[in-house]
């Protein structure tokens, strides 16, 4: 069982920037972040995939940065040009899949308990 507890949420104004931060009880290889923004569904934002390579869905390419460090068990999200769409609140997540899951909610087994980050305009 991993349990995964984020952090950094926040308000801020259209433009500005947050960072969210992620710490699993202990190594798990696939680790994301999604959202959830309020009468919608579920959403992926990031997937880490290897020391070169994260996944983002293309609402925030370019705006949107994870970091993930393996000594400590973290994934960071950085948020930069936010938008009020951005709006949400938001999960990060892991998976113990075999291969990699991509940004499908079902393909993750760990949630935390999530992070409100509210842009206004």
């Known amino acids: 069982q991993v349990q995964l507890v984020e952090s950094g949420g926040g308000s801020v104004q259209a433009g500005g920037s947050l960072r969210l931060s992620c710490v699993a009880s202990?190594?798990?290889?696939?680790m994301a972040w999604f959202r959830q923004a309020p009468g919608a569904g579920r959403e992926g934002v990031a997937v880490?995939?290897?020391?070169?390579?994260?996944v983002y869905d293309d609402s925030v390419k370019g705006r949107f940065t994870a970091s993930r460090d393996n000594t400590r068990n973290t994934l960071d999200l950085q948020m930069s040009s936010l938008k009020p769409e951005d709006t949400a609140m938001y999960y990060c997540?892991?998976?113990?899949?075999?291969?990699?899951?991509?940004?499908?909610?079902?393909?993750?087994?760990?949630w935390g308990q999530g992070t409100q980050v509210t842009v206004s305009s």
């Open positions: 997540a892991a998976s113990s899949a075999g291969a990699f899951p991509g940004l499908a909610v079902s393909a993750y087994h760990y």
């Open positions: 202990g190594y798990i290889h696939w």
């Open positions: 880490w995939r290897s020391s070169s390579i994260t």
